[in-house]
């Protein structure tokens, strides 16, 4: 079925570091969507419409938001990070994707496991009431390289307070000391049991739902890791404990 676009533009444009990036689009006649969907991108170039997939940074209902790393050989992040405020932006109308709360089993524990901006599912979804309304602690764990990377901390500080006790957010960084979280990467605090000590919750079949997003190592490897656990990829049809999202 052919993509409906939406011209939309710029509204707004974050930098994290160099070449990590927000970008706040208006486009107005997106129709509703959940937190964990994603919608197309692109723009219109040369006679040819250039497009990818984007988790939204936001729930429905809010400016849409793209939290997006520029590929430095990529085809479409270099131009969308040279755009500008008040330049144009094609969205597709209607967003698509099961990577959603209500394809994630419910359990006590809820792990938010990111690597880069795999954490844009998850801003959206800590945004929404549902999350807070299903979940009664939820544990956000963002590996990236270094500590320039740790993009919206100040919003996750916001939502740690305003729900005592209830979030924990564990920075793991690769390639620097990490003042707080873990030095490393997720794999290796989860087989290690770090990621367990730090949290004080067991990362275990009875009580943790996993949602994970983001680098397709680390996701093989953790579901590898989960799946020595006990643990078994959520399917609607086969209740089980985590779900992924791929980004290529
Ligand atoms: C469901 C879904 C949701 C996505 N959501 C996001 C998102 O919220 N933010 C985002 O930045 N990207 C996201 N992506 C990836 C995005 O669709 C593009 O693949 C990416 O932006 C690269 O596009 P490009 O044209 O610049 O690179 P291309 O010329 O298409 O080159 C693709 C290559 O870029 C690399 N790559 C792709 N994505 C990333 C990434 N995020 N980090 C590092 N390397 C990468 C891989 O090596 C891949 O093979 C998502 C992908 C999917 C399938």
Not at 59 to 86: A, M
Not at 120 to 132: F, N, S, V
Not at 171 to 177: F, G, K, N, T, Y
Not at 180 to 192: K, L, N, V
């Amino acid at each position: 079925m052919a993509i409906r676009w939406i011209r939309g533009s710029v509204k707004k444009r974050k930098v994290w570091s160099d070449g990590l990036f927000t970008l706040t689009v208006d486009c107005p006649g997106v129709t509703p969507f959940e937190p964990g969907q994603f919608l197309q991108v692109g723009l219109q170039l040369d006679g040819k419409h250039l497009h990818r997939p984007y988790s939204v940074a936001s729930p429905h209902g809010q400016e849409l938001e793209f939290f997006i790393v520029r590929v430095d050989n990529g085809e479409l992040t270099p131009r969308l990070w040279n755009l500008e405020v008040g330049q144009d932006i094609d969205v597709c109308e209607k967003a698509t994707g099961s990577f959603t709360l209500s394809h994630t089993p419910v359990a006590k524990n809820l792990w938010l496991l990111a690597t880069g901006t795999g954490l844009a599912p998850y801003i959206a979804m800590l945004r929404d009431p549902k999350i807070w309304e299903t979940y009664e602690r939820i544990i956000l764990v963002h590996g990236v390289r270094y500590l320039t990377d740790l993009a919206y901390t100040e919003e996750l500080e916001e939502h740690h307070k305003a729900h005592p006790g209830r979030l924990v957010f564990i920075p793991v960084v690769s390639r620097a000391l990490a003042v707080q979280g873990f030095q490393g990467r997720i794999t290796q605090a989860i087989e290690g049991g770090q990621l367990e000590d730090l949290t004080g919750t067991p990362l275990s079949p009875e009580n943790s739902a996993v949602m994970m997003c983001g680098n397709p190592q680390m996701l093989d490897d953790v579901e590898a890791l989960l799946n020595a656990r006990g643990m078994r990829k959520h399917k609607r049809n086969e209740p089980g404990h985590y779900v992924v999202e791929r980004y290529w």
